[in-house]
């Protein structure tokens, strides 16, 4: 019997540790069909639970070998505690740990789609300024962290196509095989290097400095 998306995802998060903190999912509520599930991850620590969550999403379990597991979520690195302390996981470089973990989720031909465009946190609105300056997708914060999490193909949504798509979003998919993922990364180096070329010799704006070093870190990987 194949484990409902509540008992996976359960298991995927539950027990992830992010230097000190855990994640406790909550507030299951059925999608669509039995196969999805509304969650909210919360951050604990100390018997606390943050008072709003770092994860809102939606995530499907997939069905068979045929439709593959996807997530979409919306993440909010900051968070606020009950004694009144606070912290940013995109600060205190966790967000890559809190990806990998929602990653472990989603098995190749899978995607995670990474919600923006309303959020305030400069992660969700400097990967927007960034998609629609025609940076590539690996180059903004969003993008940076999914491709970390094994993902390489991207879809930017700025322009949701029908009602049942949502809001914008910044899909990445985990490549079906090896041959695929060579391809993936063949391509984007291409773009990266064109992007980084682009930039030599000119005075760059903050939001450009940041792209730029994010761009150099993803070649040096390929």
């Known amino acids: 019997m194949?484990?409902?998306?509540?008992?996976?995802?359960?298991?995927a998060v539950e027990g992830g540790e992010l230097n000190g903190y855990s994640l406790e999912p909550r507030d299951f509520k059925q999608g669509r069909t039995g196969r999805e599930?509304?969650?909210?991850?919360?951050?604990?620590r100390g018997g606390q639970r943050s008072l709003s969550p770092v994860v809102q999403g939606l995530f499907f379990v997939g069905r068979g070998d045929y439709i593959k597991a996807w997530i979409e979520f919306r993440y909010e690195p900051g968070a606020t505690f009950p004694d009144g302390s606070t912290v940013d996981l995109e600060e205190m470089g966790l967000t890559a740990k809190l990806f990998s973990l929602l990653g472990g989720l989603i098995p190749?031909?899978?995607s995670?789609?990474?919600?923006?465009?309303?959020?305030?946190?400069?992660?969700?609105?400097?990967?927007?300024?960034g998609l629609k300056r025609s940076f590539p997708p690996a180059a903004t914060p969003l993008g940076y962290h999914l491709w970390?999490?094994?993902?390489?193909?991207?879809?930017?949504?700025y322009f949701p196509e029908?009602?049942?798509?949502?809001?914008?979003?910044?899909?990445?998919?985990?490549?079906?095989?090896?041959?695929?993922?060579?391809?993936?990364?063949?391509?984007a180096r291409r773009e990266l290097e064109a992007f980084v070329s682009g930039l030599n010799g000119?005075?760059?704006?903050?939001?450009?400095?940041?792209a730029l070093s994010r761009a150099e870190d993803v070649l040096s990987s390929l």
Do not use: C
């Open 148 to 157: 970390e999490a094994g993902m390489r193909w991207f879809k930017d949504w």
């Open 108 to 110: 190749p031909g899978g």
């Open 112 to 129: 995670m789609m990474a919600i923006y465009g309303a959020e305030h946190h400069p992660i969700s609105a400097d990967t927007e300024k």
């Open 2 to 11: 194949i484990d409902g998306p509540q008992e996976v995802l359960r298991q």
């Open 202 to 210: 000119r005075d760059l704006d903050p939001l450009e400095l940041e």
């Open 37 to 44: 599930t509304y969650f909210n991850l919360f951050l604990a």
């Open 162 to 187: 029908g009602w049942m798509e949502g809001g914008m979003k910044l899909q990445a998919t985990r490549p079906l095989s090896e041959e695929i993922r060579a391809q993936r990364e063949a391509k």
